[in-house]
């Protein structure tokens, strides 16, 4: 092509790309209504926000920055299904899928959705007219589907929908209202058995005060385990409906500094050392572990505890650090990283560590990065990343349902900054609690989520008598264990619609 020809094809694509941008703008801002094949449910046109390139025109939902982080689409085939105007179908493409398909009702939202495919020049996705009320809709295996505010569609077709899924079904209701736990998480675990509840959204771009959730489900449970984690990282304080931990308030982290009266003295008095002191020099850290770590040795027994957050684990933990502090390397030799490989080899220590620990380079990295975080945290007094509460269940709301953890350790509880209670069933980030606690900060930013991979350990008249029918999804299929389920969210998502990360 001659310079002039070039110059020629640049006005002709010029010219394309504003006839398009018109014509999307034109078709989004018609007052039209759509009526779906299922009792004539009607949605508005520009429902969903959408980009064009680095605008984006609003819609009645907000546009959807984080909707699929952590959900690991990379490589993967995905269908979106009753897909709207394709902004998560053309999102989930942007997350490097191998193909993205969408599929929508609606003739006129597939051909506005094509013409922005063109516009924003997304090459790996097609959308489509289907049906997904109906069986035989998906023509093809899919690796993952996703379903944004669309169930009430998909559940006409739920078991032919899933069967063509071979991985992971990720799903955000509708407007939460009472018995939602069992119209999503009851039905759609029939058929894919692990999920988790990993986040929420509001209604509407104007309707902050409703919520709806964000639930995965997967055939395999190394698929959801970690959701919550990667979606902490990626988003970090980007994240929505933190709750914030008063860590001086919550048993589950004040238990981890101390386990009898002198070494819980000790831990408090560099609590109290610390919290008036930031950006503290390597030297004085340093000195301030060796100093406590002697005073756990003082107090020692015979046979101690070996688990996490033993005062025999800190005081190895604090050698250790003091170690790579001085400069030396975390390799088998470090008094913490040794201590750690007995502890696995003896089967004491958390499994998922022993593949690490028997690799000595991916050791060597992960203790630099525990150790790294610990000590930001001393200095700061805040996370980078918040940490991740599973199955928090509010205990006034287990008590008013029958349910009881009484038989429970009382460490296993925290409080929220206004003061609400909740029974922790399992908790990521235990040695940046730790540190937070020594530091003198006083809240915890902190992501909620419920999964049936953390099983629960509830009694009370509503289990003892066999409410419900359980069958195989424990516990979680007790309707009372729905309902304090539903509550807890409740109360989780009261007022949080502007509540941020606290500062350090």
């Known amino acids: 092509m001659t310079g002039g020809d070039a110059s020629a094809a640049r006005t002709v694509l010029g010219e394309l790309d504003s006839g398009i941008d018109q014509l999307i703008r034109q078709a989004l801002q018609e007052n039209i209504a759509s009526y779906s094949s299922l009792n004539g449910i ?3 046109n520009a429902y969903q926000s959408v980009r064009l390139r680095g605008e984006i025109l609003p819609g009645f939902r907000r546009p959807s920055e984080g909707m699929l982080a952590g959900l690991q689409l990379e490589g993967r085939r995905i269908v979106d299904l009753g897909c709207n105007l394709g902004e998560h179908t053309r999102l989930a493409a942007c997350a490097n899928a191998a193909f993205v398909e969408g599929i929508e009702y609606e003739e006129l939202f597939v051909r506005i959705a094509g013409l922005v495919n063109v516009f924003n020049r997304i090459d790996n996705i097609l959308i489509r007219q289907g049906d997904v009320t109906r069986p035989g809709c998906l023509t093809k295996k899919y690796d993952v589907g996703l379903c944004f505010s669309a169930y009430v569609y998909v559940r006409e077709n739920i078991k032919d929908i899933t069967d063509n899924i ?3 079904l990720v799903l955000e209701t509708h407007a939460l209202d009472q018995g939602w736990y069992g119209y999503y998480v009851g039905e759609v675990s029939r058929y894919l058995p692990y999920w988790i509840i990993y986040g929420f959204t509001d209604h509407g771009a104007k309707l902050e005060v409703q919520k709806r959730a964000c639930i995965a489900f997967a055939r395999e449970r ?5 959701i919550a984690e990667r979606r902490a990282i990626e988003l970090n304080h980007a994240l ?3 709750i914030n931990i008063d860590i001086s308030a919550s048993p589950r982290v004040v238990s981890l500094c101390g386990r009898r009266r002198a070494t819980r003295a000790a831990f408090a008095d560099l609590r109290q050392s610390l919290a008036g002191r930031a950006g503290m020099s390597t030297s004085a850290i340093i000195d301030a572990l060796v100093t406590v770590a002697g005073e756990l040795d003082q107090h020692r027994r015979p046979i101690d505890d070996n688990d996490f957050a033993s005062d025999h684990y800190w005081s190895y933990f604090f050698k250790g650090l003091a170690e790579y502090l001085a400069g030396y390397p975390t390799d088998s030799k470090n008094t913490y990283v040794s201590y750690l490989i007995k502890l696995s080899d003896a089967g004491n220590y958390d499994p998922a560590m022993r593949e690490i620990l028997a690799d000595e380079v991916v050791t060597r990295e992960r203790m630099r990065w525990r150790f790294d975080t610990f000590v930001e945290i001393l200095q700061t007094k805040a996370v980078r990343t918040p940490v991740i509460v599973y199955n928090a269940m509010s205990h006034i709301e287990l008590e008013r349902q029958g349910l009881s953890v009484n038989h429970r350790e ?5 409080v929220d900054r206004d003061g609400n209670r909740y029974w922790t069933a399992c908790i990521d980030g235990h040695h940046r609690l730790a540190a ?9 930013p902190s992501l909620f989520a419920w999964s049936n991979l953390h099983p629960l350990d509830l009694r009370g008249v509503a289990t003892a008598t066999g409410e419900g029918t359980p069958s195989e999804a424990g516990q979680w299929g007790f309707p009372a264990v729905a309902r304090a389920v539903e509550a807890t969210v409740s109360l989780c998502l009261a007022d949080r619609a502007a509540d941020a990360v606290a500062p350090a």
């Open 42 to 44: 009607v949605t508005g």
């Open 166 to 168: 071979s991985r992971m």
């Open 222 to 226: 190394d698929e959801v385990a970690e």
């Open 240 to 242: 929505r409906h933190i």
């Open 410 to 414: 009382p460490e296993e509880f925290v």
């Open 436 to 444: 937070l606690y020594l530091s003198g900060a006083e809240l915890c």
